[in-house]
């Protein structure tokens, strides 16, 4: 697992065995399978990386994803074979991993655009210059999507991150390795660590942890079941916790327009309106 | 015995918290020889009803709870008028009236229709505003010239603003297209009542949404005075309803299984038990809860305005303000000067009679409101805190809290953490911007702050650092429609006013 940018198995000892199709026994290979101390841990670390994250310029966010872009493509072939041993044909885990490298491009791009969009200069009555500018929250619980393992697990965070907010991933269950390797990308990239933490080990049992803890500002869980979306909220109610939930059709992720729409990154903002006296 | 004795003698026996020169201090020792000859807003053109029913599908409705409350009138504490309690049935019925108002007229129509029925109610509410300040004073115990400068022509600028969204929806999203969520279940707090019944109805309204509005118990006046300007404005049937009572009623509204959405001003307590509510049934919700802004002048700041700052972020509207400026962190250089100035200016507001046009600081609003601001006074001195309240005479009859502040106040204090919702300041000093901001940032809360300092830069440079979802440089409790407003943490979630203000009552995603 990746936290704070270092390669951690879990705490707990424990493992998840996942079928290694590409091995010719029919082997399972291990990956770790997080504790709710991970968890724990794993926010701390995102709520440290937070203030440096967020405090970066705006062009610097963006040339730090743009970078990360770069890294996937060293490593499609690496990443495309994660999702061929997860389950997919060839074909189309090779398209998955372009449409992942795309994704994170076009938000590169966003880094330094959302905010003009979301901004506004309000036109008050009175002597007042007044303006509303959208802020991070902190940290971000995000639960990835089952499919699709690569694209979805970065639709959901690229957003997340862009609009300076830090996160921490449970990956798809379905697929957890590529996540992984994935992981091992980031390490390697400039994203400071602790910006994406990403978490192998079961929904159900982790989600309650992260919506619970009061360093979490939000939520965003893909695919979960309506019991644990709603244990989730309940459990976050200790802080008024911003939790999203949604299910999206696998084809959707795909849909570049629709994926990286502004809107995604909005989910994800806190607006500040600042007033200010206008006078000579 | 003339003015000029009675400013040397200071024979009005105000205890001073350092003796100066009488002549450094002439001009604010004035004591009762200038107190003010009474100036009282005539209100005997004002005709309250001795009972009102419940607002549903366009009918004045008897409850099917057959039960009545009292509202009353805090700073006399005579009963105005008899309200209906709303049970479950009742709001059902109401939601059940909002749903066909919002499928048989409110979604039919274009948006430039919808809007025009909102700017109705805007220009209505100007017609009617002096009516409309008198009852929200006699109601709820704000100051006249609170009610009538501020609450009046804020909440028909609200009607304004967003009546001129209701055809422009598609540009407030572009590349996207919005559409209304459907009922709208709203429940509103007491401290500014036709205020924030003016925040949920108008954008709701222009969003496309038809609404059910619970009032709060103590001040259901002046939102059934608005039905009845809906009435009057011939809005669809259903498409506003206003239904009267307590908690349970709003927890009613709230549980509602068809309502879509729901928006709710109040207490962070109650918010969480809505959100704990609300989990897992898909409904979309808004809250805007407490707050415990800090307040931060620095050194260099212009010391008379941020007093005034000061003086209206905490005992506007008796301090019931979410964003009340209500923890006062001064730099240490600037300390002595300013609380010098701020016990002086505290000492000429005037508390009094609501309806007195001279009356800065009212009633509070209930005796539940003055026996929790008791309790938190009483533990800022059990806890060490020292306490300056303005000698003033209270008025016998009615709830009153004079203008207090505390200095010697500690993080871990009750008073510099807990929302008191009362005119009580806790003072505390800090050394370095870096200091201001961690120590304004140490709170649960996150709605407002203040920022007060000559340098421009200084100013931007704290307000980026500020976890509050408003902050005011320089100024501080301005309010607009084309402004949002709404807090981080847990001050709740979503915004109010402005284009961001239209986007919890629309599906955009």
């Given at each position: 697992m990746?936290?704070?940018g270092?390669?951690?198995?879990?705490?707990?000892?424990?493992?998840?065995?996942?079928?290694?199709?590409?091995s010719?026994?029919?082997?399972?290979?291990?990956?770790?399978w997080?504790?709710?101390?991970d968890?724990?841990?794993?926010?701390?670390?995102?709520?440290?990386?937070?203030e440096g994250w967020?405090?970066?310029?705006?062009?610097?966010r963006?040339?730090?994803?743009?970078?990360?872009?770069?890294?996937l493509?060293?490593?499609?072939?690496?990443?495309?074979?994660a999702?061929?041993?997860?389950?997919?044909e060839?074909s189309?885990?090779?398209?998955?991993?372009?449409?992942?490298?795309?994704?994170?491009v076009?938000?590169?791009?966003?880094?330094?655009?959302?905010q003009s969009?979301?901004s506004?200069?309000?036109?008050?009555?009175?002597?007042?210059?007044?303006?509303?500018?959208?802020?991070?929250?902190?940290?971000?619980g995000?639960?990835?999507?089952?499919?699709?393992a690569l694209l979805?697990?970065?639709?959901?965070?690229?957003p997340?991150i862009?609009?300076?907010?830090?996160?921490?991933?449970?990956?798809?269950e379905?697929?957890?390795?590529?996540?992984?390797?994935?992981?091992?990308?980031?390490a390697?990239?400039?994203?400071p660590?602790?910006?994406?933490?990403?978490?192998?080990?079961?929904?159900a049992?982790?989600v309650?942890?992260l919506?619970?803890?009061?360093?979490?500002?939000?939520?965003?869980?893909?695919?979960?079941?309506?019991?644990?979306?709603?244990k989730?909220?309940?459990a976050?109610?200790?802080?008024?916790?911003?939790?999203r939930?949604?299910s999206i059709?696998?084809?959707?992720?795909?849909?570049?327009?629709?994926?990286?729409?502004?809107?995604?990154?909005?989910?994800?903002?806190?607006m500040?309106?600042i007033?200010?006296?206008?006078?000579? | 015995?003339?003015?000029?004795?009675?400013?040397?003698?200071?024979?009005?026996?105000?205890?001073?918290?350092a003796?100066?020169?009488?002549g450094?201090?002439?001009?604010?020792?004035?004591?009762?020889?200038?107190?003010?000859?009474?100036?009282?807003?005539a209100?005997?053109?004002?005709?309250?009803?001795?009972?009102?029913?419940?607002?549903?599908?366009?009918?004045?409705?008897?409850?099917?709870?057959?039960?009545?409350?009292?509202t009353?009138?805090?700073?006399?504490?005579q009963?105005?008028?008899?309200?209906a309690?709303a049970?479950?049935?009742?709001?059902?019925l109401?939601?059940?009236?909002?749903?066909?108002?919002?499928?048989?007229?409110?979604?039919?129509?274009?948006?430039?229709?919808?809007?025009?029925?909102?700017?109705?109610?805007a220009?209505?509410?100007?017609?009617?505003?002096?009516?409309?300040?008198?009852?929200e004073?006699?109601?709820?115990?704000?100051?006249?010239?609170?009610?009538?400068?501020?609450?009046?022509?804020?909440?028909a600028?609200?009607?304004?603003y967003?009546?001129?969204?209701?055809?422009?929806?598609?540009?407030?999203?572009?590349?996207r297209?919005?559409?209304?969520?459907?009922v709208?279940?709203?429940?509103i707090?007491?401290?500014?009542?036709?205020?924030?019944?003016?925040?949920?109805?108008?954008?709701?309204?222009?969003?496309?949404?038809?609404?059910?509005?619970?009032?709060?118990e103590?001040?259901?006046?002046?939102?059934?005075?608005?039905?009845?300007i809906?009435?009057?404005c011939?809005?669809?049937?259903?498409?506003v309803?206003?239904?009267?009572?307590?908690?349970a009623?709003?927890?009613?509204?709230?549980?509602h299984p068809?309502?879509d959405?729901?928006?709710?001003?109040?207490?962070?307590?109650?918010?969480?038990?809505?959100q704990?509510?609300?989990s897992g049934?898909?409904?979309?919700?808004?809250?805007?809860?407490?707050?415990?802004?800090?307040n931060?002048?620095?050194?260099?700041?212009?010391l008379?305005?941020?007093?005034?700052?000061?003086?209206?972020?905490?005992?506007?509207n008796?301090?019931?303000?979410?964003?009340?400026?209500?923890?006062?962190?001064?730099?240490?250089?600037?300390?002595?000067?300013l609380?010098?100035?701020?016990?002086?200016r505290?000492q000429?507001?005037?508390?009094?009679?609501?309806?007195?046009?001279n009356?800065?600081?009212?009633?509070?609003?209930?005796?539940?409101?003055?026996d929790?601001?008791r309790?938190?006074?009483?533990?800022?001195?059990?806890?060490?805190a020292?306490?300056?309240?303005?000698?003033?005479?209270?008025?016998?009859r009615?709830?009153w809290?004079?203008?207090?502040?505390?200095?010697?106040?500690?993080?871990?204090?009750?008073?510099a953490?807990?929302e008191?919702?009362?005119?009580?300041?806790a003072?505390?000093?800090f050394?370095?911007?870096?200091?201001?901001?961690?120590?304004?940032?140490n709170t649960?809360y996150g709605?407002?702050?203040?920022?007060?300092?000559?340098?421009?830069?200084?100013?931007?440079?704290?307000?980026?650092?500020?976890?509050?979802?408003?902050?005011?440089a320089?100024?501080y409790?301005?309010?607009?429609?084309?402004?949002?407003?709404?807090?981080?943490?847990?001050s709740?979630?979503?915004?109010e006013?402005g284009?961001?203000g239209?986007?919890?009552?629309?599906?955009?995603?």
């Amino acid at each position: 697992m990746l936290v704070g940018g270092q390669f951690v198995r879990s705490e707990s000892g424990r493992y998840i065995q996942v079928a290694d199709p590409m091995s010719l026994g029919g082997t399972k290979e291990n990956v770790p399978w997080a504790s709710r101390k991970d968890v724990r841990d794993a926010v701390v670390v995102a709520r440290g990386a937070w203030e440096g994250w967020s405090s970066r310029t705006a062009y610097n966010r963006g040339q730090i994803l743009y970078r990360l872009a770069e890294m996937l493509e060293a490593r499609q072939g690496e990443l495309s074979r994660a999702l061929e041993r997860g389950g997919l044909e060839a074909s189309r885990a090779a398209s998955e991993t372009a449409a992942a490298i795309d994704r994170v491009v076009s938000y590169a791009g966003w880094a330094d655009k959302y905010q003009s969009l979301f901004s506004s200069l309000n036109p008050v009555s009175g002597p007042h210059f007044n303006f509303t500018v959208p802020e991070s929250m902190g940290v971000v619980g995000v639960v990835a999507p089952a499919r699709p393992a690569l694209l979805g697990l970065l639709g959901a965070v690229l957003p997340i991150i862009t609009a300076g907010n830090t996160a921490v991933v449970l990956a798809s269950e379905a697929d957890p390795r590529t996540a992984l390797v994935l992981g091992e990308a980031l390490a390697t990239s400039d994203l400071p660590g602790g910006v994406i933490n990403v978490l192998t080990g079961r929904a159900a049992e982790l989600v309650p942890h992260l919506a619970k803890h009061m360093e979490v500002a939000a939520l965003d869980l893909h695919d979960v079941t309506p019991e644990l979306a709603r244990k989730a909220e309940e459990a976050g109610i200790v802080n008024v916790k911003r939790v999203r939930t949604r299910s999206i059709d696998e084809a959707a992720w795909f849909d570049a327009d629709g994926a990286t729409s502004p809107r995604w990154i909005e989910r994800f903002v806190e607006m500040k309106t600042i007033w200010h006296p206008s006078g000579a | 015995m003339t003015a000029k004795e009675t400013i040397l003698a200071g024979t009005n026996g105000e205890p001073h918290a350092a003796p100066s020169s009488p002549g450094k201090r002439a001009a604010l020792d004035f004591g009762k020889a200038w107190s003010y000859a009474p100036a009282p807003e005539a209100a005997d053109h004002v005709r309250i009803e001795p009972r009102y029913e419940l607002f549903i599908g366009g009918k004045w409705t008897a409850p099917s709870s057959g039960k009545y409350f009292d509202t009353v009138s805090p700073s006399t504490e005579q009963k105005l008028a008899e309200v209906a309690e709303a049970n479950e049935r009742d709001v059902d019925l109401a939601v059940k009236a909002a749903r066909v108002g919002y499928e048989k007229y409110w979604s039919k129509l274009s948006g430039i229709e919808r809007g025009k029925y909102i700017y109705r109610i805007a220009r209505v509410i100007q017609e009617k505003a002096r009516e409309l300040a008198i009852v929200e004073t006699m109601d709820g115990g704000k100051p006249i010239k609170e009610s009538r400068d501020v609450d009046l022509p804020l909440v028909a600028a609200h009607f304004f603003y967003y009546a001129g969204w209701a055809d422009k929806l598609a540009y407030a999203f572009p590349g996207r297209s919005p559409r209304p969520l459907g009922v709208a279940g709203q429940v509103i707090p007491w401290n500014f009542p036709l205020l924030m019944a003016a925040w949920k109805l108008a954008p709701a309204l222009a969003a496309g949404n038809t609404c059910v509005l619970k009032p709060a118990e103590t001040t259901p006046l002046t939102a059934l005075l608005l039905a009845k300007i809906i009435e009057e404005c011939d809005l669809p049937p259903g498409v506003v309803n206003v239904v009267t009572g307590a908690g349970a009623t709003g927890a009613a509204v709230v549980a509602h299984p068809d309502v879509d959405k729901v928006a709710f001003t109040g207490s962070t307590d109650v918010g969480k038990r809505i959100q704990k509510a609300l989990s897992g049934t898909r409904k979309k919700l808004t809250l805007e809860l407490g707050g415990k802004a800090a307040n931060i002048v620095f050194a260099d700041a212009p010391l008379d305005q941020a007093v005034e700052g000061i003086i209206s972020g905490i005992f506007f509207n008796q301090g019931h303000v979410c964003c009340a400026g209500s923890r006062l962190l001064v730099e240490e250089g600037a300390y002595e000067p300013l609380m010098q100035k701020l016990r002086d200016r505290m000492q000429t507001l005037r508390v009094g009679d609501p309806l007195d046009k001279n009356t800065d600081v009212g009633a509070i609003n209930s005796k539940m409101q003055l026996d929790k601001i008791r309790e938190l006074v009483l533990a800022g001195e059990r806890e060490g805190a020292t306490r300056f309240s303005t000698p003033c005479e209270l008025p016998e009859r009615g709830y009153w809290f004079a203008p207090t502040l505390f200095t010697g106040v500690s993080q871990s204090h009750r008073i510099a953490r807990e929302e008191i919702f009362g005119p009580v300041l806790a003072v505390m000093t800090f050394r370095t911007p870096e200091e201001a901001i961690e120590k304004a940032n140490n709170t649960m809360y996150g709605l407002s702050a203040g920022v007060w300092t000559d340098k421009g830069s200084k100013s931007f440079w704290v307000s980026q650092r500020l976890r509050a979802g408003v902050v005011w440089a320089n100024t501080y409790n301005k309010f607009d429609p084309s402004s949002p407003f709404g807090g981080y943490k847990e001050s709740g979630f979503g915004r109010e006013g402005g284009r961001q203000g239209l986007l919890p009552y629309l599906e955009v995603d």
